[in-house]
């Protein structure tokens, strides 16, 4: 399966200010996915990045507030900008395939960034 | 949209018991339903699937079924062990893209 590899693992950031987390796959891949993660929660798709087009954000996350890029097939950022407390959450970068085993499909995710805005 | 239920939220099992996690879900068009671990701490982790051409898989402790009538699919966990503990989603997706819609996840607790 894809490996992935996001950064930073974690951070602290202050409130207004803004981060960007990189994914990086070790193989091309069409797609990649941008999920938070809220405290205790289940995971909520941000957006959808393919390269060479915009992305496709997902109902109450909008661009100005999550730029994503997506320069070529192996590699994607996700900003989060002018930063609240509410930004704080875990963010996680996926990419779709292989499924386990002799399952049919599944999706990949990166480490995780562990955000907490103070 | 897709809409996805889970039950329960927490799970508490003694070890070498059984444990049942269900999941319903609303868009009668999804066809492709896969079962996530998530230890503390780490990512989640694909750990089985289903399609919705296929009523019961399994793999070794761990089974998954299916029943697209009544929109519900369970998973199915034997033998627990304590490094089963973890938080488990289940997820509906359809379509080309399978991008799956998440159940809010259960927290399962084995007791050695």
New interface residues.
Partial sequence: SAVISQKPSRDICQRGTSLTIQCQVDSQVTMMFWYRQQPGQSLTLIATANQGSEATYESGFVIDKFPISRPNLTFSTLTVSNMSPEDSSIYLCSVAGPGTGNSNYGYTFGSGTRLTVV | GENVEQHPSTLSVQEGDSAVIKCTYSDSASN?F?WYKQELG????????I?SNVGEKK?QRIAVTLNKTAKHFSLHITETQPEDSAVY?CAASSGG????T????TSLIVHP
Avoid: A, N, T, W
């Avoid at chain 2, 893209?97 to 799956?100: D, Q």
């Fill in positions: 492709y896969p780490k990512r989640p982790q694909l750990i089985i699937d399609r793999d989603f893209s399978y991008i799956p998440f159940g809010r996840g």
